[in-house]
Nanobody, 114 residues
Framework: QVQLVESGGVSVQLGGSLRLSCAAS????????AGWYRQPPGKERELVAT???????NYVDSVKGRFTISRDNAKNTVYLQMNNLKPEETAVYYC????????WGQGTQVTVSS
């Protein structure tokens, strides 16, 4: 059974940095595209960043220049480095991987206080 486990979510202050990790128990991880999404309180889930199997990346405009998505195929892990965090980025952050199927993690809470 495929599992994605996110970690790294904590409470930080305005302007702080965090690195989220998502470890995936899938075979052929390198073939999967991956993404990070977030769901702020009372709002819908939204895309934050994606990375393809070829390591091409894409970001929502609001995080460009501050967030970096990366992957380590040897560790079956996707990362999201988040810098200069803002209170409005408080959310549950989810990762997913997708190839023939799409799988989601359980989410990790990020809280940014002012």
């Amino acid at each position: 059974q495929v599992q994605l486990v996110e970690s790294g979510g904590v409470s930080v202050q305005l302007g702080g940095s965090l690195r989220l990790s998502c470890a995936a128990s899938v075979s052929f991880f390198g073939w999967y595209g991956a993404g990070w999404y977030r769901q702020p309180p009372g709002k819908e889930r939204e895309l934050v960043a994606t990375i393809t199997s070829g390591r091409s990346t894409n970001y929502v405009d609001s995080v460009k220049g501050r967030f970096t998505i990366s992957r380590d195929n040897a560790k079956n892990t996707v990362y999201l480095q988040m810098n200069n965090l803002k209170p409005e980025e408080t959310a549950v952050y989810y990762c997913n991987v997708r190839w023939k199927d799409t799988y989601w993690g359980q989410g990790t809470q990020v809280t940014v206080s002012s």
